[in-house]
């Protein structure tokens, strides 16, 4: 079967549909979706279908079917669940020549509702000539992550350029170009900001420029934790249309992974001769790219903006009128919380949560010891593992219950992820005990005490009592 694609204008023309069930339903939210008048007709109605129907949404056929009704029809849909009607019915569009979809028939059907990827005005319309729906709708899938919404907007303002661009633009191979430029730069950044008469503008500017030398741009993107699922659609689209990608050290290979494979990377984050790539030669390093019209992606791990050093980048790039978009990303608390079973603010149990960094000595000394040591709150503390007996002994030393239950999470997300729990007054000893490392998380708090019960992912929590059970059965033996 060779299928010929195309698009049918059926808005305000009728369609019927013979079949009051969930298939039947699913199709006629479709064809109302594109304005078509739907006519129906079947001896039982759906709940939807019959709220559609009071609504006056879809045009009720009561009584025995006619064969006249086809007549006026532009397509017809056979979704009822009897073959031989839908037989009889194919034959009869045939012989008035219109087109008609038998459900699941694509033998009697002479149209196919392909799988949709719609951002009106662009639609991509996907087929497997019936032969496997499924793969269709996995391509649809795929398609849907790749594309994003701003397309459409993009369609709509080409559209009003269309003729300019084609006058300026006689010579096809100038036009591509000049649309590649309009599709992949700045002004398609400011579609997806949604400044839609900035990007008009821009796109005019553009038209009429002498040459098409243009800066690039930077976005700003939180990986996340390391599971990639946990990558957002913005962040994996902004990485597919990378030039280069500039990420830190927390950022997982599996997520770069992810990335256009053409896509130049540059660890950011690695040691250079025993010292960390300073932030003033990460700025020099994207001031150059930029300026190369180089498409820059900035990838950090978790969040950009929770202890990331997001905002100074920005407020460079703003300092160079470089255009830039953010793309936010799961935290570590927020991911470590969830993988380890820790319901940040249970109401039974907390009722704040602080995001903390205990990064050194100096950045403890300027925390409120007294607020964070109240009970009934949670608190996340970032880049904490050296400093963890500094936070246990101030925490102890304000006030904070002993027994106060913590989870340490390491490596959250990824396939090493290990968690600890136990008391406060244990915490230094079993991040010792078992030697954990950075990156690490760790929460304080109540709600920590769910942990073991709630955990599901990776190996189940390591505790505090363990490690002082397997010491006193040592002490025993050494005794004996
Ligand atoms: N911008 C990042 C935080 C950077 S600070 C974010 O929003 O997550 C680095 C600290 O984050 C690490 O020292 C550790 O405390 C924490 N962290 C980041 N990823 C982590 C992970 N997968 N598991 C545990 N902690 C993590």
Redesign the pocket.
């Known amino acids: 079967m060779s299928l010929l694609p195309l698009f049918a204008d059926l808005s305000g023309r009728t369609v019927l549909v013979l079949g009051g069930g969930t298939v039947a339903e699913r199709k006629i939210a479709l064809l109302l979706g594109y304005g078509v008048k739907v006519v129906i007709h079947a001896p039982l109605l759906s709940p939807q279908l019959e709220r559609w129907r009071s609504e006056k949404r879809i045009d009720y056929r009561d009584g025995a079917f006619q064969e006249a009704w086809l007549n006026s029809m532009w397509l017809i849909v056979a979704a009822s669940s009897d073959p031989a009607f839908n037989r009889y019915l194919a034959k009869l569009a045939g012989e008035r020549r219109v087109f008609i979809n038998v459900v699941d028939d694509a033998v009697l059907s002479t149209f196919h509702f392909p799988a949709i990827v719609d951002r009106s005005p662009l639609i991509v319309a996907i087929s497997s000539g019936g032969t496997a729906p499924m793969l269709a709708r996995m391509v649809r899938e795929r398609l849907e992550s790749m594309l994003d919404e701003s397309w459409g907007m993009m369609a709509e303002l080409c559209s009003g350029l269309r003729r300019s661009i084609r006058d300026r633009f006689p010579d096809l191979h100038a036009r591509r170009s000049f649309y590649e430029l309009l599709l992949h730069g700045p002004v398609a950044m400011l579609v997806r900001k949604k400044r839609i008469g900035d990007a008009r503008r821009a796109a005019v500017k553009l038209l009429h420029a002498d040459g098409f030398t243009q800066n690039g741009s930077v976005v700003l993107v ?1 990986a996340g ?2 599971d990639p699922g946990l990558l957002t659609l913005r962040a994996l689209r902004a990485m597919n249309e990378a030039d280069v990608i500039l990420h830190d050290r ?1 950022v997982s290979s599996e997520v770069l992974d992810l990335a256009r494979r053409d896509a130049e990377r540059i660890d950011v984050g690695k040691r250079v001769g025993g010292h960390q790539i300073t932030q003033e030669r990460i700025h020099a390093l994207i001031l150059d790219l930029v300026t190369s019209g180089k498409k820059v992606i900035r990838l ?5 903006f ?3 050093r997001g905002g100074e980048e920005l407020e460079f790039l703003r300092a160079h009128n470089i255009c830039y978009e953010v793309v936010p ?1 799961i ?3 927020i ?2 919380a969830a993988y380890a079973g820790v319901p940040l603010t249970h109401r039974d149990h907390s009722r704040s949560v602080h995001f903390i ?1 205990a990064h050194c000595r100096d950045s403890l000394d300027t925390l409120d010891w007294p607020a964070l040591a109240r009970e009934r709150q949670t608190l996340a ?5 050296a400093e963890i007996k500094t936070l246990q002994t101030r925490l102890l030393e304000h006030g904070r219950a002993a027994d106060t239950p913590f989870a340490v ?6 396939s090493q ?1 290990r968690v600890v729990t136990g008391r406060l007054d244990e915490l230094a000893t079993c991040t010792q005990a078992y030697a954990l490392r ?4 760790l929460i304080l708090g109540e709600v920590a005490s769910l942990a073991p019960r709630l955990s599901w992912f990776g190996q189940a929590p390591l505790t505090g009592a363990e490690l002082q059970s397997s010491r006193s059965s040592n002490d025993c033996a050494r005794a004996a």
């Open positions: 939180g934790p390391g927390l950090k791990g978790g969040d950009p929770v202890f990331g990303g935290t570590a608390a991911a470590c960094t503390v970032y880049m904490g593992v999470v390491e490596n959250g997300s990824r992820q950075s990156p690490a998380l």
